[in-house]
């Protein structure tokens, strides 16, 4: 007797698994920063994704299991960075104001990557103290540590001007952390800035703010 033919599911066909995790969870991400983690929605997330809501189950179990996936996705993309932050810190031989600059450049790559991430961070920390000392630990707190050596070593030069590194670093990333659609904000404000050129311009205007002479004497050279 011929093998009867396994029937499909009906509606949409799943995404292959390891697919249909990626989708969600930037579609997660999404979510959670523009609903925050109560109201963001899993079958919204799902139809965002492509994918059936049955999958959110299948891979993370639960909506904190979605969530805590977001958070470990954040952080497992941001660790290319934190190494290389660390080398441009120590063991870049070239001018510190050159280091400083690939930094900012650096921060802004991984904004672009993620443009969720800065509103995924603060509304889960108003939202939550639990979550909030989770989103520390494992995406602020690494990325300040990483970033502080750089920051102190600027001041110390006189390149940068602040009065703590922690509050240059809050900063900075305030800064480069536009919203998606900075580009045609910005274009609606000036039609000077082409929405292509804005980010751009954006890191040029941060480092001209930012970054001054390295100062004289006492130790300092030009050429830190």
Known sequence: ??????????GRPPKDQSGGREALLLAAISAFARHGFVAADLRGIAAAAGVSPNLIRVHFGSKAGLWMACVD???EAMTPALEVAAELAEGDPRPLTERLRD????????????????????????????RAAIVTEKILRPAYEASRPLIAAGMEAGIIRGAHPALVYVLLNSMLSQPPRFPEFIGRIDAGIAPAQAR?????????????????GAGHALTV
């Open 1 to 10: 007797m011929a093998e009867r033919p396994q029937s499909r599911p009906r």
């Open 73 to 75: 996705k954040l952080a």
């Open 103 to 130: 930094a900012v450049t650096l921060t802004s790559d991984y904004y672009d990557a993620f443009p969720d991430v800065r509103d995924f961070v603060l509304r889960i920390s108003a939202d939550d103290d639990e």
């Open 200 to 216: 751009s311009m954006l890191i040029e205007t941060i480092i001209a703010t930012f970054f001054h002479q390295p100062l004289t």
